[in-house]
């Protein structure tokens, strides 16, 4: 049984310089490629554990619904993730439109998109609204010139 230990003067949350240093410790420690795997499979656990918890597993609510639960979960309300702008299915694609992510703050234009615990728990949540297998990629990049950080998934 885990421990619940409270922080009682700071609070629930930490900086976005720890997140990032956590993440450059770990690319230097395990490679880059280790460090992205890592981080999508521990963002895609935690967005399957936030889906459960929003009751979103197989929804049947609109997904204009679904959309404000997660983007009150995720966002400034919640744990200040990112925003969810807007989600998108298709039949054969899932478009999820991202800002602020925590994973894109403090990077540069000369780097590829790699925004892997985010999408990792969008991802997780996608996947368990949709009771669906899904591959998830970032395929556009505010830090390339895009209006929003893109998480797109195809079934498989």
């Given at each position: 049984m885990p421990l619940d230990i409270k922080r009682?003067?700071?609070g629930q949350f930490s900086s976005i310089d720890a997140f990032r240093a956590v993440v450059e410790g770990m690319s230097e420690t395990l490679g880059e490629?280790?460090?992205g795997v890592a981080l999508v499979a521990a963002g895609?656990?935690?967005?399957?554990?936030?889906?459960?918890e929003l009751g979103l597993k197989g929804?049947?609510?609109n997904l204009e619904d679904a959309t404000q639960q997660i983007t009150k979960v995720l966002g400034a309300e919640g744990s200040r993730?990112?925003?969810?702008?807007?989600?998108?299915i298709t039949d054969d694609v899932v478009k999820v439109y991202t800002s602020e992510t925590l994973c894109a703050v403090g990077g540069?234009?000369?780097?590829?998109?790699r925004c892997t615990f985010t999408l990792g728990i969008v991802w997780g949540i996608?996947?368990?609204l949709l009771q669906k297998k899904l591959k998830g990629s970032h395929t556009e990049?505010?830090?390339h010139g895009g209006a929003y950080d893109v998480f797109e998934f195809t079934q498989i």
């Open positions: 009682d003067q700071l490629k280790a460090t895609r656990l935690r967005g399957k554990k936030l889906a459960d929804a049947t609510q993730l990112c925003i969810i702008d807007k989600i998108e540069n234009g000369n780097t590829p998109p996608m996947t368990e990049s505010i830090l």
